[in-house]
Nanobody, 123 residues
């Protein structure tokens, strides 16, 4: 049974940093593409960052240069380091796993999802 559990969310002021973690279990972590997504109230879920099995990464334009996705296949953990946070980064953040090949920011291509962790950035 695939299980993904996010942690590390919280409230910070603009310009601050947070590191999100996603602990994975129930499958061979290194065999899956992983991604981070976010959803603000009354908005659709959007891709933030994705990392392939080999560690190749892609980012949404809105977070390039500020966020870094990484994975530790030995510990089965996915990370999202978020720096220079802005109020518009406020959202529920989710990690997800994809059984297909290739990294992508399209949430419809991901098969398993965590419950999310809230990030709130104040001005």
């Amino acid at each position: 049974q695939v299980r993904l559990m996010e942690s590390g969310g919280g409230s910070v002021q603009a310009g601050g940093s947070l590191r999100l973690s996603c602990a994975a279990s129930g499958y061979t972590f290194g065999n899956y593409v992983m991604g981070w997504f976010r959803q603000a109230p009354e908005q659709g879920r959007e891709g933030v960052a994705s990392v392939s099995r080999a560690g190749t990464t892609t980012y949404a334009d809105s977070v390039k240069g500020r966020f870094t996705i990484s994975r530790d296949n030995a510990k089965n953990i996915l990370y999202l380091q978020m720096n220079s946070l802005k109020p518009e980064d406020t959202a529920m953040y989710y990690c997800a796993a994809r059984t297909g090949f290739g990294y992508t920011l399209d949430p419809s291509r991901f098969d398993y999802w965590g419950q999310g962790t809230q990030v709130t950035v104040s001005a």
